[in-house]
């Protein structure tokens, strides 16, 4: 079965520090791969997705993604972190056959920056 | 404001009683999503719509649930017979066909069941 994990509940970093958020999928096929970011009191927003092509993809507010298909990984990054930044981080997986919008998503990670 | 709108935004109901959900998606986009978040999780998909037909539910779905699109615009979402776990945020999004995989979430509207 289609499954994705984020191994990291709650993440701290630094204002200016770099940052990695973890996600690990299980998908039979080439995946469908998305990350979303939903900060309090908005709606889940896209940062990025990777389709085919090149592992690394870029995103909006500076972040991008490297997809490793020999460690099923899909992890977001971002050099230099912001306090904006901080919410609640989404990996997910378009499930089923072809790109129908039915996502299985992460339980989510928590991203708090210190100043 | 043009993203996708949910109403209502809270509801707190008691056991037992009828919910209805409205959402009203992104005017061009002829795909709308039905997910559930409980707390410290991410959403779950429960149902999706091209047009006015709904093309896949969820397991999650039961037959307390329903999804109409009528007119394939705006959705709702009704509960019958609300039952304690049914207590989440239930997130409405919509997509065009042409580029699935981005959706467009709106806020959600909270479920409440004492």
């Known amino acids: 079965a289609q499954s994705v994990t984020q191994p990291d509940i709650h993440i701290t970093v630094s204002e200016g520090a770099s940052l990695e958020l973890r996600c690990n999928y299980s998908?039979?096929?080439?995946?469908?791969l998305f990350w979303y970011v939903q900060s309090p009191g908005q709606g889940l927003q896209l940062l990025l997705k990777?389709?085919?092509?090149?592992?690394l993809v870029q995103g909006i507010k500076g972040f991008e993604a490297e997809f490793k298909r020999s460690q099923s990984s899909f992890n977001l990054r971002k050099p230099s972190v912001h306090w904006s930044d901080a919410a609640e981080y989404f990996c997910?997986?378009?499930?089923?056959?072809?790109?129908?919008?039915?996502?299985?998503f992460g339980q989510g990670t928590t991203l708090q920056v210190k100043p | 404001d043009t993203g996708v709108s949910q109403d209502p935004r809270h509801k707190i109901t008691k056991r037992g009683q009828n919910v209805t959900f409205r959402c009203d998606p992104i005017?061009?986009?002829?795909?709308l999503y039905w997910y559930r978040q409980t707390l410290g999780q991410g959403p779950e998909f429960l149902t999706y719509?091209?047009?006015?037909?709904?093309?896949?539910k969820s397991r999650l779905l039961s037959d307390r649930f329903s999804a109409e699109r009528p007119k394939g615009s705006f959705s709702t979402l009704e509960i019958q017979r609300t039952e304690q776990g049914d207590s989440a945020m239930y997130l409405c999004?919509?997509?065009?066909?042409?580029?699935?995989?981005?959706?467009?979430f709106g806020e959600g509207s909270r479920l409440t069941v004492l």
């Open positions: 999004a919509s997509s065009l066909s042409v580029n699935t995989g981005e959706l467009f």
């Open positions: 998908y039979g096929a080439t995946p469908y």
């Open positions: 990777y389709f085919s092509g090149d592992t």
């Open positions: 997910a997986v378009g499930a089923g056959s072809g790109n129908t919008g039915k996502l299985i």
């Open positions: 005017s061009e986009h002829n795909r």
């Open positions: 719509f091209q047009n006015e037909a709904q093309l896949e």
